[in-house]
């Protein structure tokens, strides 16, 4: 199955200014209880690149 990235960016609502240490959990909506990756925001408001599997390509509206 084919690869793909998350990378999370997490800025206040109040000031658009970037949240260090938010918590992050990362699942399939098909099965929310079962965590996938747990990540944290570094200082910048943003996590690292997170490996996941992509959907299959015969689910992509296009090529």
């Known amino acids: 199955m084919a690869q793909g990235y998350l990378q999370v960016d997490v800025v206040s609502d109040t000031n658009n200014f970037p949240v260090t240490d938010a918590s992050i959990s990362i699942s399939k909506t098909e099965t929310p209880e079962e965590i996938l990756e747990e990540v944290r925001t570094d200082s910048s408001g943003q ?14 509206l296009a090529p």
């Open 47 to 60: 996590t690292e690149n997170v490996a996941l599997e992509a959907p299959p390509a015969e689910l992509s």
